[in-house]
């Protein structure tokens, strides 16, 4: 079954990165999730002050504002997409994941199979 692990960084370092982890602890992960064969996809996502919101209200009228200005403290930073037998693994993946460390978290959820 496919899961998408979604990484939201608690917090940002100095030098831009997810406070709690390394860039080496990310390419460590990585290496691992690949070797293991449950990568389906994987990305990281742009810095934070590139994001454009879009929200559309009952009329239909748009509204676009800078940033994602998110209800949170936490920011998505990426997601995997990994292909494990059930929840259980899947979760023991995202607890390897350097985003849950610093104050950060990784929210685990079943990819829709439609095809079903």
């Known amino acids: 079954m496919k899961y998408m692990l ?5 917090g940002v370092d100095e030098n831009g990165g997810a406070e709690g982890c390394t860039v080496e602890d990310w390419v460590a992960y990585d290496k691992t999730v690949r070797d293991a064969g449950i990568l389906v996809s994987s990305e990281s996502l742009a810095d934070l002050v590139t994001a454009t919101t879009v929200r559309v209200g009952p009329g239909g009228e748009r509204t676009v504002t800078d940033g994602p200005f998110a209800e949170s403290r936490e920011v998505l930073g990426g997601f995997y997409v990994i292909d494990v037998p059930d929840l259980d693994v899947a979760l023991d993946w995202a607890a390897r994941c350097p985003g849950s460390r610093g104050g950060g978290s990784v929210v685990v959820r079943p990819v829709a199979d439609f095809g079903a």
């Open 6 to 10: 979604l990484i939201n960084s608690g």
